[in-house]
């Protein structure tokens, strides 16, 4: 079991960045593929990135894909998610999100019941 805190989220105008950390509890952070996810008022909780266990491989929703980057570091037991180019409709409270079960198929990837645990969520507002 892995306890997940996000920070990092705020006010920024359109086009700028911003960038969000999730520190794991230690333990067994390096065990667990990592991913975002964000939720707009009134709307479903949508997949943002996902990162692997080595951080070798990551995948994007196409809507944050050439602007966000996910990265990790597994001694630092943290994940962060740059956010670059950043749109109005990027407002939602970001969640990060830690799935145990690493290798399973991409078409599962941005499901949320892959992931067992989960952070408090920070809020990130862009202003147009």
């Known amino acids: 079991q892995v306890q997940l805190v996000e920070s990092g989220g705020g006010l920024v105008q359109a086009g700028g960045s911003l960038t969000l950390s999730c520190a794991a509890s230690a333990g067994t952070f390096s065990s667990y593929a990592m991913g975002w996810f964000r939720q707009a008022p009134g709307k479903e909780r949508a997949f943002v990135a996902r990162i692997s266990v080595s951080g070798g491989s990551t995948y994007y929703a196409d809507s944050v894909k050439g602007r966000f980057t996910i990265s990790r570091d597994n001694i630092k037991n943290t994940v962060w998610l740059q956010m670059n180019s950043l749109r109005p409709e990027d407002t939602a409270v970001y969640y990060c999100?830690?799935?145990?079960?690493?290798?399973?198929?991409?078409?599962?990837?941005?499901?949320?019941?892959?992931?067992?645990?989960w952070g408090q969520g920070t809020q990130v507002t862009i202003s147009s």
């Open positions: 999100a830690a799935d145990r079960s690493p290798y399973r198929p991409t078409g599962f990837y941005t499901e949320k019941n892959s992931y067992v645990e």
